[in-house]
């Protein structure tokens, strides 16, 4: 059983319980800065709706996940990585490396990405 919003990082993020690097903010999603980051720029997105991963999105969700992949390429401008090139990851369960049970896309860039990613 995966942990319910409350129960994760992003949802103590989400109600201020603990301080993030905030980047961007909006009604819907919020990015900050990874507290592990790979790359030297990492941003994570996440929803502000409680989504545990994106096997649980529904039809109904297509505009917030529209939304926040604009606000990966907004993340991108701003960090000045977008014309150099950049990544968006965005993971899926255990074995697809998922790490916190709340949706969230990883904009990554700063430096060469390589292909496989692992």
Same mark, same amino acid.
């Given at each position: 059983?995966?942990? $319910?919003?409350?129960?994760?990082? %992003?949802?103590k993020i989400l109600r201020g319980e603990i301080p993030a690097d905030i980047v961007h903010?909006?009604?819907?999603?919020?990015? %900050?800065?990874?507290v592990n980051p790979q790359a $030297?720029?990492?941003v994570l997105v996440i929803p502000? =709706? @409680?989504i545990v991963n994106i096997a649980d +999105?529904?039809? @109904?969700? +297509? +505009?917030l996940l529209g939304h926040?992949?604009?606000?990966?390429? =907004?993340?991108? /401008? +701003? /960090?000045g990585i977008k014309d150099s090139g950049f990544r968006i990851v965005l993971n899926n369960g255990e074995d697809g490396g998922q790490t916190v049970?709340?949706?969230h896309f990883h904009v990554l860039g700063g430096r060469a990405m390589t292909w496989p990613p692992g």
């Amino acid at each position: 059983m995966l942990a $319910p919003m409350a129960e994760t990082i %992003f949802g103590k993020i989400l109600r201020g319980e603990i301080p993030a690097d905030i980047v961007h903010e909006d009604d819907q999603c919020i990015a %900050f800065r990874d507290v592990n980051p790979q790359a $030297p720029v990492h941003v994570l997105v996440i929803p502000r =709706k @409680e989504i545990v991963n994106i096997a649980d +999105a529904t039809p @109904e969700d +297509a +505009a917030l996940l529209g939304h926040m992949l604009n606000v990966c390429t =907004k993340v991108a /401008e +701003a /960090e000045g990585i977008k014309d150099s090139g950049f990544r968006i990851v965005l993971n899926n369960g255990e074995d697809g490396g998922q790490t916190v049970d709340h949706l969230h896309f990883h904009v990554l860039g700063g430096r060469a990405m390589t292909w496989p990613p692992g």
